[in-house]
Protein backbone atom coordinates (compact mmCIF):
# COMPACT_ATOMS: atom_id res chain seq x y z
CA UNK A 1 0.00 0.00 0.00
CA UNK A 2 1.71 3.08 -0.90
CA UNK A 3 0.51 6.80 0.31
CA UNK A 4 2.33 9.42 -2.01
CA UNK A 5 0.42 12.23 -0.54
CA UNK A 6 0.37 10.83 3.04
CA UNK A 7 2.53 13.03 5.42
CA UNK A 8 3.19 12.30 9.04
CA UNK A 9 3.31 16.06 10.11
CA UNK A 10 -0.02 17.50 10.57
CA UNK A 11 -0.56 20.87 10.05
CA UNK A 12 -4.34 20.68 11.23
CA UNK A 13 -4.58 23.95 13.66
CA UNK A 14 -1.15 25.67 13.06
CA UNK A 15 -1.32 29.10 11.89
CA UNK A 16 0.71 29.61 8.69
CA UNK A 17 3.82 31.15 9.55
CA UNK A 18 5.83 34.12 7.21
CA UNK A 19 7.90 31.89 5.04
CA UNK A 20 4.91 30.36 4.14
CA UNK A 21 3.12 33.44 2.77
CA UNK A 22 6.38 34.11 1.16
CA UNK A 23 6.09 30.98 -1.03
CA UNK A 24 2.26 32.07 -1.91
CA UNK A 25 3.21 35.59 -2.54
CA UNK A 26 5.68 33.72 -4.99
CA UNK A 27 3.27 30.98 -6.29
CA UNK A 28 0.61 33.35 -7.09
CA UNK A 29 3.12 35.58 -9.20
CA UNK A 30 3.84 32.48 -10.75
CA UNK A 31 0.53 32.41 -11.70
CA UNK A 32 -0.43 29.05 -9.44
CA UNK A 33 -3.97 29.16 -7.60
CA UNK A 34 -4.71 28.70 -4.66
CA UNK A 35 -6.00 25.15 -4.14
CA UNK A 36 -2.38 24.44 -5.76
CA UNK A 37 -0.57 26.02 -3.42
CA UNK A 38 -3.21 24.72 -0.37
CA UNK A 39 -1.73 20.80 -1.82
CA UNK A 40 2.04 22.64 -2.27
CA UNK A 41 2.49 23.18 1.53
CA UNK A 42 -0.06 20.25 2.84
CA UNK A 43 -2.52 22.66 4.11
CA UNK A 44 -6.59 23.10 3.28
CA UNK A 45 -7.80 25.45 0.74
CA UNK A 46 -9.64 27.28 2.86
CA UNK A 47 -6.48 28.21 5.02
CA UNK A 48 -4.44 29.61 1.85
CA UNK A 49 -7.93 31.27 0.34
CA UNK A 50 -8.19 33.00 3.80
CA UNK A 51 -4.40 34.42 3.47
CA UNK A 52 -5.19 34.95 0.28
CA UNK A 53 -8.23 37.33 1.19
CA UNK A 54 -6.21 39.09 4.09
CA UNK A 55 -2.63 39.79 2.31
CA UNK A 56 -4.36 41.53 -0.81
CA UNK A 57 -4.01 45.23 -1.87
CA UNK A 58 -4.95 47.29 -4.51
CA UNK A 59 -1.90 48.21 -6.49
CA UNK A 60 -1.74 50.18 -10.18
CA UNK A 61 0.46 48.60 -12.60
CA UNK A 62 0.85 49.91 -15.79
CA UNK A 63 -1.88 52.27 -15.01
CA UNK A 64 -4.41 49.44 -14.45
CA UNK A 65 -5.48 49.10 -10.81
CA UNK A 66 -5.12 45.28 -9.29
CA UNK A 67 -5.49 43.37 -6.64
CA UNK A 68 -1.94 41.89 -6.05
CA UNK A 69 -1.16 39.65 -2.82
CA UNK A 70 1.59 40.69 -0.41
CA UNK A 71 3.00 38.58 2.32
CA UNK A 72 3.78 41.25 4.73
CA UNK A 73 -0.13 42.70 4.77
CA UNK A 74 -1.23 39.02 5.04
CA UNK A 75 1.24 38.77 8.06
CA UNK A 76 -0.10 42.00 9.41
CA UNK A 77 -3.23 40.76 9.20
CA UNK A 78 -3.35 37.64 11.21
CA UNK A 79 -1.09 39.36 14.13
CA UNK A 80 -3.47 41.74 14.65
CA UNK A 81 -6.42 39.07 14.64
CA UNK A 82 -4.28 37.21 16.74
CA UNK A 83 -3.83 40.53 19.06
CA UNK A 84 -7.74 40.72 19.06
CA UNK A 85 -8.48 36.94 19.79
CA UNK A 86 -6.63 36.96 23.13
CA UNK A 87 -8.44 37.06 26.14
CA UNK A 88 -7.21 39.94 28.53
CA UNK A 89 -5.01 38.29 31.75
CA UNK A 90 -7.80 38.31 34.88
CA UNK A 91 -4.70 39.00 36.89
CA UNK A 92 -4.05 42.60 35.32
CA UNK A 93 -7.76 43.21 35.37
CA UNK A 94 -7.78 42.61 39.06
CA UNK A 95 -4.21 43.75 40.14
CA UNK A 96 -5.50 46.57 42.86
CA UNK A 97 -7.39 43.35 44.30
CA UNK A 98 -4.09 41.23 44.25
CA UNK A 99 -1.94 44.18 45.94
CA UNK A 100 -4.77 44.63 48.57
CA UNK A 101 -4.75 41.13 49.63
CA UNK A 102 -1.05 40.69 49.94
CA UNK A 103 -0.70 44.24 52.10
CA UNK A 104 -3.39 42.82 54.29
CA UNK A 105 -1.60 38.69 54.53
CA UNK A 106 1.76 41.03 55.09
CA UNK A 107 0.63 43.52 57.73
CA UNK A 108 -2.01 41.32 59.85
CA UNK A 109 -0.04 37.97 58.95
CA UNK A 110 -3.30 36.41 57.54
CA UNK A 111 -3.53 33.58 54.92
CA UNK A 112 -5.16 34.04 51.75
CA UNK A 113 -8.85 33.16 52.92
CA UNK A 114 -8.89 34.90 55.41
CA UNK A 115 -7.83 38.17 53.70
CA UNK A 116 -10.12 37.34 50.60
CA UNK A 117 -12.98 36.90 53.01
CA UNK A 118 -12.49 40.20 55.22
CA UNK A 119 -12.67 42.16 51.86
CA UNK A 120 -15.78 39.90 51.27
CA UNK A 121 -17.00 40.77 54.58
CA UNK A 122 -16.61 44.55 53.89
CA UNK A 123 -18.19 44.99 50.90
CA UNK A 124 -14.51 45.87 49.24
CA UNK A 125 -14.35 44.53 45.57
CA UNK A 126 -17.08 42.66 44.98
Known amino acids: ?13 KHLTYGERVKIEIWLEEG ?4 WIAKKLGR ?14 EQIRQGKKEMVYFA ?13 SVKP ?4 ESWEFVQTVCKI ?10 AVGSLKKNGKFI
Open 1 to 13: MDHNDHTTNNLKG
Open 32 to 35: HNPS
Open 89 to 92: FKLL
Open 72 to 84: DRSQAVYEENRKN
Open 105 to 114: MKEKNWSVDA
Open 44 to 57: AKGTIYAAVKNGMT
